[in-house]
């Protein structure tokens, strides 16, 4: 935290602009050695200042140089952002004398870690920083930056407010029960907050898989027996010939994956090797791909022909898809129909050449993930594994105390999981964290942020 560090903030190759950002104590200093115009120390904070970088006495670039002063920046330090012209050479040879004159190359993330350290922002807005970055659609972007203006914060420290003045009463009730004038915390008022508390945490975890769905969109595996239709399902999606399409079995030995976005949702396809038993080696290891991977996708599409009976290798899928999110798609509904599937297993008919069984296809996929109702101005989705789990623990420990109540556990106990509780809601805003954490997460940023 005492370094002054560097970073080349802008994505690398040909451009118009790039920027090597300094931050530190020291950043002025070390900026004013290379830089040919105005004394940077001497110059008002938020100013963009012109001259050249230097090397010696031969001019390495012409620039503008953008002065912050503590405590208004990003990092609460003194920073000095260089705008150079773009391309890898200027860009290389600015920042390495920045580098020789004194700053230290920034980590992943290091900008960020040090805004989150010095309290500007916290866990979960430093979070949505890289969530910005990353989004690729507008339901990400949206999302994204409501989390970075403080929504989903405000939630948490609202739910943390009322533990807080809970553990307040609970306290005094404790240690001076003798005062008349102290309301007594009976347990039905007790189990009304408790039920209260648990029922907001439980509207964030509910809300959970909308927010997974909008930063990594659906993995969606196209299953089946060798030349039911997945390739030329997946083209159809894609509306291009992304896949070789055959009337020889087994033309797809390997995963073929491809994206596109549905309602502002990004979805993952994957086709694959047709399943069947074969003697091929190659065809082989395409097929037990095929099986890991209904194992971990989102959601799977059976794909079975509509002219054909069912096989044994078809019964043994709709067996194996049965537990998980999945849908069962009929193609060839031109040709006349030959399955017979159990009454009790649902399907949509379909052709890969029409425009009707894709479009029946996509609505099912939009009910089954409530895509047309999530909204981009509701800026309360957790967005990963790591928020999830701290607001199930919450929910867990929260749960343990209503459970408790008409037990009548005695309240010194039950204020040990109220309190957890509180705790945890800290460590998802980053009000208390371990160090590890805090370096693990921000190793996964982009260099210069």
Not at 152 to 167: C, F, G, P, S, V
Not at 309 to 338: G, R, V
Request: aromatic content about 4%.
């Amino acid at each position: 935290m005492e370094d002054t560090i560097a970073s080349i903030s802008t994505a690398s190759g040909k451009g118009a602009i790039s920027i090597v950002r300094i931050s530190g104590k020291d950043s002025l200093k070390i900026v004013n050695k290379i830089f040919k115009g105005k004394n940077l120390e001497k110059v008002k904070s938020h100013t963009i200042n012109y001259g050249y970088i230097i090397d010696q006495d031969q001019i390495i670039d012409e620039v503008l140089v953008m002065v912050m002063l503590a405590p208004k920046t990003y990092t609460t330090e003194n920073v000095v952002e260089i705008n150079c012209h773009g391309g890898i050479a200027t860009t290389n040879k600015i920042f390495s004398l920045v580098i020789e004159n004194g700053a230290r190359i920034a980590e992943p993330g290091e900008f960020t870690k040090r805004a989150f350290l010095n309290g500007r922002i916290n866990l979960l807005e430093a979070e949505a920083v890289q969530d910005l970055i990353s989004s690729k659609s507008e339901k990400q972007r949206a999302i994204a930056i409501n989390s970075l203006n403080g929504r989903l914060t405000n939630i948490i420290k609202t739910e943390r407010d009322k533990i807080l003045n809970l553990l307040a009463n609970i306290a005094v009730n404790i240690d001076y029960p003798e005062y008349e004038d102290n309301k007594e915390v009976t347990n039905e008022d007790l189990m009304n907050q408790v039920l209260n508390i648990k029922k907001d945490l439980g509207h964030l975890l509910e809300n959970a898989s909308l927010g997974k769905i909008i930063k990594s969109g659906i993995d969606i595996a196209l299953v089946g027996r060798p030349n039911v239709g997945k390739s030329s399902l997946l083209n159809a999606f894609l509306n291009e010939e992304k896949a070789i399409v055959t009337d020889i079995s087994g033309t797809t030995r390997d995963l073929i994956e491809a994206k596109t976005t549905m309602n502002g949702i990004e979805l993952n396809l994957i086709d694959t090797a047709g399943i069947r038993k074969t003697n091929d080696q190659v065809e082989k290891i395409g097929v037990n791909r095929s099986k890991k991977i209904i194992d971990t996708a989102d959601l799977i599409i059976l794909v079975l022909n509509n002219n054909e009976e069912l096989t044994f290798e078809d019964q043994e899928l709709i067996k194996k898809i049965q537990k998980k999110p999945h849908i069962i798609f009929l193609n060839k509904n031109d040709l006349a129909k030959k399955i017979n599937l159990p009454s009790d297993i649902s399907f949509i008919s379909g052709n890969t050449k029409e425009i009707n069984g894709l479009d029946n296809l996509k609505k099912e996929i939009i009910n089954l993930y409530h895509l047309d109702k999530i909204e981009e101005k509701d800026g309360t989705y957790l967005s990963n594994i790591r928020q999830i789990n701290l607001i199930k623990k919450a929910i867990k420990d929260i749960t343990k105390v209503a459970d408790d109540i008409p037990k009548n556990m005695p309240i010194d106990m039950l204020e040990i999981y109220i309190r957890d509780v509180w705790e945890t809601l800290g460590l998802l805003i980053g009000e208390t964290y371990e160090d590890e954490l805090i370096d693990k997460l921000f190793q996964n940023f982009c260099l210069g942020k």
